[in-house]
Structures are given as C-alpha cells and as structure tokens.
C-alpha cells in the first residue's frame, strides 16, 4: 500500500462565499499506471461540470489537466534541445 499525503486548504472565512469565482489552484497528482492524460481531462470535465451545476458558475469555470513536463517545460521545449544539444557538442 502506497503511503499518501492529504493537504487540506485553510478554512475559509464568512466573506468567502460572495468571492468565489476569483479562485486559481494548481493541484499536482500522480495518475495511476495505464491512465492517460486525455483520460484524466476526460474525468476532470465531469467534475468541474458538476460544480458549474451544483455552484450556479458560468460556461467559462473550468478545470485542465497538463502533465507536468508540459507545465514546467512549456513552448521552450525546442529551445532547451537546442541548448542541450550545444553544450553536448562543444564539452
């Protein structure tokens, strides 16, 4: 059995309810073995949908599943190749 940590968020305060709509998490999970991340945003479209219902949100509250090399590396990644293969060359 894997071990797993849980961080819950900080209670929030009476005036919270008449904000919401200014929230943006970024949540890091591990997906499990075999599932992909077409898979997961597939799942995620269902929750948030289900808070658009349940909270009375627009058409534009949504949720996104990016993998993490995405996140991190973004529309670098041809540059960082680049670099990499530069600095292998010349050492």
Do not use: T
Request: charged share 25%.
């Amino acid at each position: 059995m894997d071990k797993m940590d849980i961080f819950a968020p900080l209670a929030l305060g009476a005036d919270a309810v008449k904000n919401r709509g200014d929230e943006n998490y970024n949540v890091m999970v591990r997906l499990k073995p075999g599932v992909s991340v077409k898979q997961a945003q597939a799942d995620i479209e269902v929750i948030a949908s289900r808070i658009r219902e349940k909270d009375k949100r627009g058409a534009s509250f949504g949720m996104h599943v990016v993998g993490l090399q995405d996140q991190v590396v973004g529309d670098v990644r041809r540059a960082l190749l680049v670099l990499l293969g530069s600095v292998g060359w010349c050492s």
